[in-house]
């Protein structure tokens, strides 16, 4: 297995967790630059529902990690008149089914402002959204709204599998002129990796990767697997237990920016296996799941032996959680959609 | 509409203090019938320093809060206070006649509105910083953007023509309500940068942010007030209260006029002829002042009326009875800022005239600029999507050149 976290032994490199990278890389951007600052409800003393900004606000005030109001659409509308005057500011979403209020902000301004502009204006700024299901919430905390936003110009949306990428990504998010959207996979916020600091004084430019890059994670031969965010874990699983069955050779692609797409690494690796599975937990109808088909048919047409599948969701409201374990994609559909593709 | 209706709709409403206990109950009524209307009186709260006839007002309790802001003023400000009211109305009335021409898709008329904002546009220090909505061209004005550059998203070639930060007026919003909250977060970073204060004139800066009387219906504008309220921003809420949100009257979206509702959210609301130039200045002087001497936010509210059509594209015949757009024809802030200047001698017919052919040059300016505006080249459509290269747009950008280059020969 190849895998982009298996860091240096160096001194820095250590085992910690995808929130504690997500947090270690906020105050690497906040300690480097005095404009970046982050916006959102319980961020402050709580460190967020999730813990994430935890002693943030201890350690640089509360002007720069601010506890808002209750109110989504004033967070990012008024996180829009802060980048204009020259901050750059880290929102946070509590949950992704809270983005819908701001939604009109995100999509209208934070995605035309540079546009509208003519380049005048730009809008950095981060929007985290912790995403996805599987830890048994009620509803509306387990979405998977990413869709909506990579169909939007003007936005860059990302997610992230690992702590080395919670790491840097959030820096090169933070530091991108361009409004990204963070998608944070909620499920896998305490799963350990390791993660290399890259020294006391992080540079960005020692991110082992771009920010819109694809990461090949598992090698294979006989069948693709696009995958991002909380399910990469569940496409190496797949990837592994085929292989100790002396299984198909399974190639699993992270895509880490949905917008824009890494179309290079995705064609390279279609155009060797011949077969391709996307696997997201979003649902599939009108998703990222039909632009990735879309995109291998029409651009490795000649080298495809079978029809691109999509493993997500089904077309429901996001069910109680009693129906999560059969809802969410797991190894086993993983695997019927790879013996599926092979059976052409 | 019977005169009884007329009279009625006409009468000032029952000031708020007359409720017990300030409440603002409704007296019961049927679903569809509307209830009273304050469509022309602003009653007993309204600052005001020029009656329609352009008569003084004299000083009241009320009013006298403001009166040293006017005080300051010499002959050539009150002088320049005319010669904005006229020019921008016709910068106004030619952006009509351009639309009606087909050389602008929309135009959205300020005819009536000129003092409610010539009065803020004044107020604010060359620092302080504007978000309009897409009405707001005396603003415009006042804030020094060049009236041609206004045109462009109205004719279709871009969708905001000038440079925000060269004037600190912020682009047009469309999107009723969303720059309530740009302006919050504009002044959250005037606090964050020590502008605010500081006690130094040319450094202390406020934010100002536009709406109209549809607009503190969004969820938007009250979320703006509370975050403003909670960080104690230097922001001022200029409503102007034009009684018609295109075919809505007002009663649709409150039943408490907006200046009382700002001691909801914890600042103060304030009540203006809109209509009086020297109100809406002395007002939006006080509320900017406050602001940049760190006291937080204001909401003002211009008690003003849209004597045109909502846009080009609306019908007001079908909404509106004509006898009230003549009872505010009466009101009319050009009119009583002339007879009050020409009463106190500081201005004479033939400076008025002087004025009429300013107006007449910077009309065929405008022309001019509309009708020499190039059409952008269609490849100048896939620029500025992104700060940073994005491979998407500039494959899209490829095939398109490469599809349109088929047509050449
Ligand atoms: C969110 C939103 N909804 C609807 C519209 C369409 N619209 C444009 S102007 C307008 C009425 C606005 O009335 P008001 O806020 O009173 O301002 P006025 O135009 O009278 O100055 C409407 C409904 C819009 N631009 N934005």
Redesign the pocket.
């Known amino acids: 297995m190849t895998s982009t976290t298996s860091a240096p032994a160096t001194s820095t490199a250590q085992r910690t967790t995808i929130a504690k990278a997500l947090n270690a890389g906020m105050r690497a951007a906040m300690e480097r630059d005095p404009k970046v600052l982050l916006m959102g409800e319980d961020i402050g003393k709580l460190g967020g529902v999730f813990r994430i900004t935890e002693g943030l606000q201890k350690d640089f005030g509360e002007d720069r990690v601010i506890d808002a109001p209750l109110a989504e659409s004033g967070i990012v509308g008024t996180a829009v008149g802060l980048a204009l005057r020259g901050y750059r500011p880290v929102v946070e979403i509590q949950f992704d089914g809270f983005v819908y209020p701001a939604f009109?902000h995100i999509v209208s301004q934070v995605a035309k402002m540079h546009y509208r502009s003519q380049g005048k204006l730009r809008l950095p700024m981060v929007i985290r959204i912790p995403y996805g299901g599987g830890i048994g919430a009620v509803e509306h905390h387990s979405e998977s709204n990413e869709s909506y936003f990579a169909h939007t110009a003007g936005l860059r949306v990302v997610t992230v599998s690992t702590t080395d990428d919670a790491y840097w990504m959030m820096q090169q998010a933070i530091a991108s002129d361009d409004p990204v959207i963070f998608y944070e996979p909620k499920r896998r916020y305490h799963e350990r990796g390791v993660l290399d600091l890259g020294g006391a004084t992080p540079d960005l430019a020692d991110a082992p990767m771009g920010l819109h890059e694809a990461a090949v994670r598992h090698e294979g031969t006989d069948v693709t697997v696009l995958t991002y965010g909380p399910m990469v874990k569940v496409a190496l699983a797949a990837a592994q237990a085929a292989e100790l069955e002396d299984g198909p050779s399974i190639e699993v692609v992270d895509l880490r920016s949905l917008s824009p797409l890494d179309t290079e690494v995705i064609e390279a690796s279609v155009n060797k296996t011949g077969r391709c599975i996307t696997l997201s937990e979003a649902q599939t109808f009108t998703s990222i799941h039909g632009e990735l088909a879309a995109h291998v048919q029409q651009h490795c047409f000649y080298h495809l032996e079978a029809p691109v599948l999509r493993v997500g969701g089904v077309n429901i409201p996001y069910p109680p959680s009693r129906h999560e374990e059969v809802f969410l994609p797991d190894l086993d559909r993983v695997l019927h959609a790879v013996d599926t593709v092979l059976s052409y | 509409m019977s005169d009884e209706e007329v009279a009625r709709s006409a009468a000032p409403t029952t000031p708020a203090g007359d409720l017990p206990g300030g409440s603002a109950a409704a007296p019961a009524r049927g679903l569809h019938e509307p209830p009273e209307r304050d469509i022309t009186d602003g009653g007993p709260d309204m600052v005001q320093f020029l009656d329609s006839e352009g008569r003084r007002v004299p000083l009241t309790d009320v009013n006298s809060p403001y009166a040293s802001f006017l005080d300051e003023l010499g002959p050539d400000d009150l002088r320049g206070m005319l010669r904005d009211l006229i020019l921008v109305r016709r910068v106004d009335s030619e952006g009509f006649a351009l639309q009606r021409q087909g050389e602008l898709g929309l135009w959205?008329s300020l005819l009536g509105?000129e003092a409610a904002q010539v009065g803020p546009g004044r107020a604010m220090r060359t620092q302080d910083y504007a978000f309009p909505?897409?009405?707001e061209h005396g603003v415009a004005w006042c804030k020094g953007v060049p009236p041609e550059n206004l045109l462009g998203m109205f004719r279709g070639v871009n969708h905001g023509g000038w440079d925000s930060n060269e004037n600190n007026f912020h682009l047009y919003t469309?999107?009723?309500?969303n720059q309530m909250l740009h302006a919050v977060g504009y002044a959250m970073g005037v606090q964050r940068d020590g502008d605010v204060a500081t006690g130094d004139p040319d450094r202390d800066t406020a934010v100002m942010a536009f709406?109209?009387?549809?607009?503190?219906s969004?969820g938007d504008y009250n979320e703006a007030l509370v975050f403003a309220a909670v960080a104690n921003a230097p922001v001022v809420f200029y409503v102007?209260n034009?009684h018609?949100?295109?075919s809505?009257p007002?009663d649709r979206?409150f039943r408490v006029p907006p200046y009382r509702r700002a001691d909801g959210f914890g600042f103060p609301g304030v009540r203006v002829d809109g209509n009086d130039v020297l109100a809406s200045y002395a007002v939006s002087r006080a509320a900017l002042e406050r602001a940049r001497s760190g006291e937080g936010p204001t909401l003002v509210e211009a008690f003003t009326y849209?004597m045109g059509a909502?846009?080009t594209s609306d019908d007001p015949t079908k909404y509106r009875i004509s006898a009230e757009v003549d009872i505010w024809k009466a009101k009319d802030p050009i009119d009583r800022m002339t007879k009050y200047l020409t009463a106190e001698g500081l201005v004479d017919q033939a400076w008025l005239d002087a004025v009429a052919a300013e107006a007449d040059e910077l009309a065929k300016r405008i022309r001019h600029a509309c009708q020499t505006m190039p059409n952008p080249p269609h490849s100048e459509m896939f620029e500025h999507v992104y700060a940073d290269p994005h491979p998407l747009v500039e494959r899209e950008a490829a095939e398109f050149a490469a599809y349109m280059a088929g047509f050449e020969d």
């Open positions: 009109d | 959205p509105q909505g897409y009405r469309i999107v009723i309500g709406t109209g009387d549809g607009g503190t969004q102007q034009n018609w949100a295109i809505e007002n979206q849209r909502h846009t």
